[in-house]
């Protein structure tokens, strides 16, 4: 389209006749321009937050009492199974020691019968107190 059309007018000598038609708002103007920072509300509240974080907490601090009830009721139960079957192997091993005293005190009384007024399985402290040796003290083979 030419300028004739646009304006109604058949034909113009210069620029400077032309009507003026300049831009400006619209009826009622412009809607305001939001320039405030404005964040949306989305996701949980702090308080929500929170009361999840310390919900599960609490959740976890039970489970943890429920295996510490579990886990001592398993030790005590162990316990109990050891102190039962105690005097059992400390009959064994009450056996096991008086065999091997046996041994010591013949291998005592071989070894030292060159010995004038030795006599077998005195003890040479004299404390008056007989204390039982160690596990293993009474292998002689093995010294």
């Known amino acids: 389209m030419t300028e004739a059309v646009i304006r109604k007018k058949p034909g113009m000598v210069s620029v400077k006749e032309m009507?003026?038609?300049?831009?400006?708002?619209?009826?009622?103007?412009?809607?305001?321009?939001?320039?405030?920072?404005?964040?949306?509300?989305?996701?949980?509240?702090?308080?929500?937050?929170?009361?999840?974080?310390?919900?599960?907490?609490?959740?976890?601090?039970?489970?943890?009492?429920?295996?510490?009830?579990?886990?001592?009721?398993?030790?005590?139960?162990?316990?109990?199974?050891r102190r039962a079957i105690l005097p059992m192997l400390q009959a064994e091993e009450d056996e096991r020691f008086v065999k091997e005293w046996k041994k010591y005190l013949e291998e005592e009384a071989r070894i030292m019968k060159v010995v004038p007024g030795w006599k077998v399985g005195e003890s040479v402290y004299h404390s008056g107190r007989w204390v039982p040796p160690a596990t293993g003290e009474l292998r002689p083979d093995v010294w």
Not at 33 to 46: D, F, H, M
Not at 56 to 63: E, H, I, L, T
Not at 71 to 79: F, G, P, Q, S, T
Request: aromatic share 12%; glycine share 12%.
């Open 19 to 81: 009507p003026v038609l300049q831009d400006g708002p619209p009826p009622g103007g412009f809607p305001p321009v939001r320039y405030a920072r404005r964040i949306p509300n989305k996701g949980p509240s702090a308080a929500a937050i929170f009361l999840t974080a310390f919900g599960a907490f609490s959740w976890g601090m039970y489970q943890v009492g429920k295996g510490n009830k579990i886990r001592r009721e398993l030790k005590e139960e162990k316990y109990a199974a």
